[in-house]
């Protein structure tokens, strides 16, 4: 693997100098959660570790992931990134077509084996032998499956290759399946979003490349340092809703004065995610910040937990469209009606029993006296 | 039982001088008083958790119930000094918490409590005659049954009720409130070390906060129907049943056998 250049001698070569590569070290390691200690590691790592060969593979998505990927600020994706790692196979990014492609494919596979990293952006549908999604003439769960055979490690970028996304919504038609129930003898790093944040990708992809391991996982497979908190814990809106202040309508006077938006459906409590912290497209904003809710992208099954505006949603799990407080209130009012009913039939038959018990009650009485 | 007592064969309203002297005792009062009795049921520990577990599910789901549908916002002072809705959540999960210890303490009182503070925790499904009453408790709530049965402990039917609303019930809310808690905690902790695996086998814990919120309404259901018919068999039923869980004692109307 020798003839790969280093990190750092691809970017000299892009004519960064020295000064700027040890800012984006440190900056790295900021990202990262690192301390200051670890610029010096990441700054040998650069430039002694021969680059990562990268497969990324596209199963059922919308590009979103790539979207992202490409408009990372820190590290810059653009020129750095894309030479940090040495991204051999990317049908959506690569210069080469058809057979060519393909080519480079086996090619990578051949020459690194069980050295590359797979990143599976969307999912292989299973129904109909995979017929749903073909690429290069061959279902799509084939490629994913001969990429994966060699493979360090997986990484699912995005809600597809994570849970699912839209395409496994109910009823799921064509059985699109997360990548971790198809290849199970591989390490996999899930990093679910829809898309995730591009800061969150290529921070993966630098600190596997910097320590050449997997970054702390939580029981999810996603990475601790960027998926350990919920939205609604890092919120800038927080104190509103502790206050009891809320967006109670679109564009009324609290929504002006950015209220919480927990009423309005906000999935910020339920959802794990870096937004309220990283920001999107180089910090600038985040869902909440522009004023509509976090929909949840980054969870298992989001498109399925009811509508992204109601706080309680339907339980559409039951395959009922209600929410809890219309079947437990119905629930409630019937028992209330039958308890009305049941008094009042009690309390006749009561009366009833009494008059019918007079002739006889002197006996009772004389008897027990 | 009245011959038992050293008045009993001569006079049997002899020696109750105090509801003599008040006046307003008739002779077959009198009689009714030497005879009946009381079977001491349910022990002070059992009671205490009676009434402190319906105080907490009281504030359990009138708050619950904003948790999930929030007041109106309210602007009393600025967002750094008001804490409205955090104190409705305290509440909650101070309540949840006292709920739970009880809970805890309910079944260790089952343990070492007298035979009645068991019932609540097992259905003798395997009894024949259990069914048998179970079907005439039906009977009587369906009107079918003119006479009432006598019972110490729990009717069939309200053991069934005790088990799957209580025993099982608050199990679940007590299980899927600490997991939702546990979120608030967050990673790491010894909460998210015993729930996190639960949450995760749910998936997006939107679901397990319907699920909680579907068991509030349960226990409302239960609730109704419990105070209905404590206060329907107080009335009706020949034992006592309200006082039986302020005094401990169940009191009962007539000497006759079923």
């Not at chain 1, 109909?128 to 990484?155: N, S, T, W």
């Not at chain 1, 497979?221 to 998926?227: E, K, L, Q, S, V």
């Not at chain 1, 459906?265 to 600038?284: H, I, L, Q």
């Not at chain 1, 395959?319 to 209330?336: K, P, R, S």
Request: proline share 5%; charged share 20%; with cysteine.
């Amino acid at each position: 693997m020798s003839q790969i250049e280093t990190f750092y001698e691809v970017m000299r070569k892009q004519g960064i100098t020295r000064r700027s590569f040890m800012k984006y070290c440190s900056l790295t390691a900021a990202a990262l959660g690192l301390g200051p200690a670890f610029v010096p590691r990441i700054a040998k790592a650069m430039e002694e570790m021969p680059r990562t060969p990268v497969i990324w593979v596209h199963g059922l998505e919308c590009t979103c992931c790539s979207e992202s990927f490409i408009r990372s600020a820190h590290p810059l994706a653009g020129d750095v990134v894309l030479s940090m790692i040495s991204l051999d196979y990317d049908d959506t990014l690569m210069a080469a077509a058809g057979h060519q492609a393909e080519a480079a494919m086996r090619d990578t596979i051949e020459r690194y084996r069980g050295n590359y990293i797979l990143a599976v952006e969307g999912n292989p549908p299973l129904n109909e032998d995979g017929m749903y999604c073909i690429v290069g003439g061959k279902p799509f769960v084939d490629q994913l499956r001969e990429a994966a055979e060699h493979a360090k490690a997986i990484i699912s970028w995005g809600a597809c290759a994570s849970y699912g996304c839209v395409q496994a919504a109910h009823p799921n038609p064509t059985r699109a399946t997360p990548v971790h129930q198809v290849i199970t003898d591989k390490p996999i790093i899930r990093v679910p979003g829809c898309p995730p944040i591009a800061e969150v990708m290529t921070g993966v992809i630098t600190y596997m490349l910097t320590f050449d391991r997997l970054p702390e996982l939580d029981r999810q497979g996603r990475p601790a340092m960027f998926y350990g908190q919920r939205i609604h814990d890092k919120c800038y809106r927080r104190p509103h809703f502790d206050a009891g202040q809320f967006v109670e309508t679109w564009d009324d006077e609290n929504a002006r004065r950015g209220y919480c938006l927990y009423k309005m459906g906000c999935k910020g409590p339920t959802t794990y995610n870096a937004c309220s912290t990283v920001r999107w497209n180089e910090g600038v904003s985040f869902p909440i910040q522009s004023g509509h809710g976090c929909i949840g992208c980054s969870e298992d099954g989001f498109w399925d937990q009811g509508s992204f505006y109601d706080r309680v949603t339907d339980l559409t799990q039951f395959g009922v469209e209600a929410n809890a407080d219309q079947i437990g209130g119905i629930a409630a009012g019937a028992v209330a009606g039958g308890i009305a009913v049941h008094t009042a039939i009690s309390a006749l038959r009561t009366a009833q029993k009494k008059v019918q018990d007079r002739p006889s009650a002197a006996e009772t009485s004389k008897e027990e006296a | 039982m009245s011959d038992a007592t050293p008045y009993g064969s001569r006079d049997p309203a002899a020696g109750l001088e105090a509801a003599r002297l008040t006046g307003d005792a008739t002779e077959s009062d009198l009689a009714s008083v030497r005879r009946r009795t009381s079977v001491y049921v349910y022990e002070a520990p059992v009671r205490l958790w009676h009434w402190t577990n319906a105080l907490c599910i009281l504030v359990l789901i009138v708050t619950g119930f904003l948790i999930g549908r929030p007041l109106p916002s309210m602007q009393i002072a600025e967002a750094t000094h008001q804490f409205v809705f955090g104190y409705i959540r305290f509440a909650h999960f101070a309540a949840a918490m006292i709920l739970t210890v009880g809970f805890f303490g309910r079944i260790y009182w089952a343990f070492v409590g007298n035979h009645h503070a068991r019932q609540m925790f097992y259905l003798p499904v395997h009894r024949k005659a259990w069914w048998r009453e179970v079907w005439h408790e039906i009977r009587w709530y369906g009107f079918l049954e003119k006479t009432p049965k006598k019972y110490v402990g729990h009717n069939p039917l309200a053991q069934i009720a005790m088990f799957f609303f209580m025993t099982l019930g608050l199990s679940f809310m007590i299980i899927t409130g600490f997991a939702l808690y546990a979120e608030g905690v967050g990673q790491g902790g010894i909460l998210d070390a015993i729930f996190g695996p639960l949450r995760e086998a749910i998936g997006n814990s939107q679901i397990l906060h319907q699920m909680h919120r579907l068991g509030m309404w349960a226990i409302v259901v239960f609730m109704l129907v419990h105070i209905y018919a404590a206060i329907r068999e107080d009335i009706m039923s020949r034992q006592s049943m309200v006082s039986t869980m302020i005094s401990g004692h169940r009191t009962f109307k007539d000497d006759r056998a079923d």
